[in-house]
């Protein structure tokens, strides 16, 4: 529970951002300048992938624990430096050093809770991780909500952090930052983490206060090993039948972001603004994306080892299709009924929170085999988050170069590839063993006759 909060913090640092957007174009006169105004939501993005790139490093050498603090720390500092951020520049490292922090939480956390967790319940609790970033995005919005509703009271605003709005949204982060940091003190190490170091005598330790002696001594036996397969290189992802495990995760970490999910949780404000709602109600609108990515996602988490993954992605991405046709269409035709923009944007959310938001993740830690896993995951988050990056700095000048309804319109193109894929190429890992899916990729070696 208190790893997840690390979960909470990713999804609330970088959907915070949405409704303090008008204010900050407005602060720092960007109004004209689609590539900074880019910059002011794709700088956490591009801290996201430094810090995913970093975080293996991190975790093997300094611990798991030791790098979800360092995350903690960063979202602090990233929180107080964004509220007090004099000049644009200052704000942008301020973000940056955040996106640091949520790069390292997305590869440590989810690492940690599988380690410290028993078998029979690893799964639910690792889902749980995904939960908590679709609700850390729901607290960003209703926080965002409040702060708004709070400016347009016209209540006197002398302290510096009041001065702005954008200032207490963002600014805000530090008490979750600083409560996740105090109960990070009293979490355990990572048992599995002190065996790589060969410290067995901390690790029965930490172990003996989940278990009696039987359950300690079968945990340390399937620790060791697992360490004693895990010797596989980045190049074998690229090798043999494994190029095409490794060709599923990207492509299905890249496409799950250019289907636009960031620009609805970054730029949702401002596009509903464009479609004729108020500041206000743009900021209430938000809320309801919260609360169905919230809800879908627990759906999906729900329904996915009933339906199956292929499914589901079909199901899915034919939602989300269908719905960057109908945004794109309403804005194309200057028919943006307010109503018919939110429930357009209501299906896609709900859509992508279904399919490609967990989906991706959970295929990615099923395909691979066991030691190769770690280092997989890392280059496909990389991905990931590279893609998260471009979509969010290219959205302001694809709306300003094109407008909303060729940039919908184009971002539901490019989700016609996800069908013949998910048909003809995705295996289905409904019901099978981590051993049976990694015999598929598996090439059986020739016999030299000795």
């Known amino acids: 529970m208190i790893a997840s909060v690390g979960g909470f913090l990713f999804g609330f ?9 008008s204010s900050l174009i ?39 624990r030791w790098a979800i603090r360092l995350a903690a720390i960063l979202y602090m500092g990233s929180a107080l430096g964004s509220a007090f951020s004099p000049s644009l520049d200052f704000f942008l490292y301020a973000r940056l050093i955040g996106g640091i922090g949520v790069g390292i939480a997305a590869m440590a956390v989810p690492l940690y809770i599988s380690e410290v967790s028993p078998p029979k319940i690893r799964g639910g609790l690792v889902s749980f991780y995904q939960m908590a970033i679709a609700a850390g995005v729901l607290c960003a919005y209703f926080s965002n909500e409040f702060i708004g509703g709070f400016w347009e009271k016209g209540l006197p605003h002398e302290n510096v952090l009041l001065d702005k709005p954008w200032r207490l949204m963002l600014g805000v982060e530090i008490v979750p930052a600083l409560l ?41 036996k399937e620790i060791k090993e697992g360490l004693s397969h895990e010797s596989g290189s980045l190049k ?64 999906a988490i729900w329904k996915v080892d009933r339906l199956g993954r292929k499914k589901i992605l079909l199901i899915g991405n034919f939602g989300i299709t269908v719905a960057l046709l109908a945004i794109g269409y309403l804005f194309m035709t200057n028919s943006t009924s307010q109503i018919f923009v939110l429930i357009a944007i209501s299906v896609f959310v709900a859509s992508f929170a279904f399919s490609l938001g967990p989906l991706p993740w959970i295929i990615m830690s099923e395909i691979f085999p066991t030691k190769l896993r770690g280092r997989a995951m890392a280059m496909a988050t990389v991905a990931l988050f590279g893609a998260n990056w471009l979509i969010a700095q290219i959205f302001p000048w694809l709306s300003t170069t094109f407008g909303e309804g060729m940039t919908f319109i184009g971002l539901a193109l490019l989700m016609l590839p996800t069908f013949p894929f998910v048909l003809w190429m995705l295996p289905e890992t409904k019901g099978k063993s ?9 090439t059986p070696k020739k016999s030299t006759g000795r």
Do not use: C
């Open 13 to 21: 640092d970088t959907a915070v951002i949405s409704g303090a957007l």
């Open 26 to 64: 407005s602060q720092f006169e960007l109004a004209h300048d689609p590539v900074l105004q880019g910059w002011l939501v794709s700088s956490v993005l591009m801290g996201s992938v430094l810090g995913a790139i970093i975080s293996g490093y991190i975790t093997d050498l300094y611990g798991r």
């Open 180 to 220: 996740f940091f105090l109960m990070l003190l009293f979490v355990p190490k990572s048992p599995r983490f002190v065996l790589m170091k060969k410290k067995n005598a901390e690790a029965f330790k930490i172990l003996s206060k989940f278990g009696n002696q039987s359950f300690v001594r079968e945990q340390v």
């Open 236 to 299: 074998e992802l690229f090798m043999g039948q494994l190029k095409k495990a490794t060709f599923i995760a990207l492509f299905m970490s890249i496409i799950s972001q250019f289907s636009g999910i960031d620009i609805i949780l970054h730029y949702g404000p401002l596009i509903l603004e464009a479609a004729g709602f108020s500041s206000i109600e743009s900021l209430n609108g938000q809320v309801i994306f919260g609360l169905i990515l919230v809800i879908f996602t627990a759906l």
């Open 434 to 442: 981590l051993e049976e899916i990694e015999s598929t990729w598996t």
